[in-house]
């Protein structure tokens, strides 16, 4: 039985502009799904606090972002598409990389230290004590971290898609 023989183009000729426009489609349900897992944890810990399970859709968006990453490090055209951005864009993938790890980092830590003041100080001198001392080890905590997920993936992807590629013309 051939359920999905509409998906399978082995020995047919296929137009590459409906081929074009069904991963243009399947890219645009992928984002889809990525916005709706974001916005059910978002709204699981606005209406149900934080005491509530969000592991379902964290697991969704960690395992579909690492999938992509692998299948196309793997394919090779993870270098090819990093090369294109990087002659396209004013910054290049691996600057962007950088900036947003530490933007994200620098976001917890400021997210921590502010709620720490608000929630177990006592007074303003003391909450003023508390933002600085939790924002600033949650920044040498998670700065590092960001930066090690966001670039360091992103440079062990490239050298693998690189080596597939070299290894492909050869």
Known sequence: ???FQWLS????????RIVNIQNKIYKEIYMLVMLICLASVIGKFIMLGTDTSVITELAILLASSLYYLIRSASLGIYSDAVEVHDRTSKFKMST???ITGSVMGLGLALFFGLRSAVLYADGGLQ????????AFVSLMIYVPLFLALTFGLHTVANKASAHVNKDDLE
Not at 9 to 16: F, L
Not at 127 to 134: D, G, N, P, R, T
């Open 1 to 3: 039985m051939k359920w």
């Open 96 to 98: 962007k990389n950088i």
């Open 127 to 134: 909450s003023l004590w508390y933002f600085v001392l939790v």
């Open 9 to 16: 183009s082995r020995g047919k000729q296929a137009d590459e």
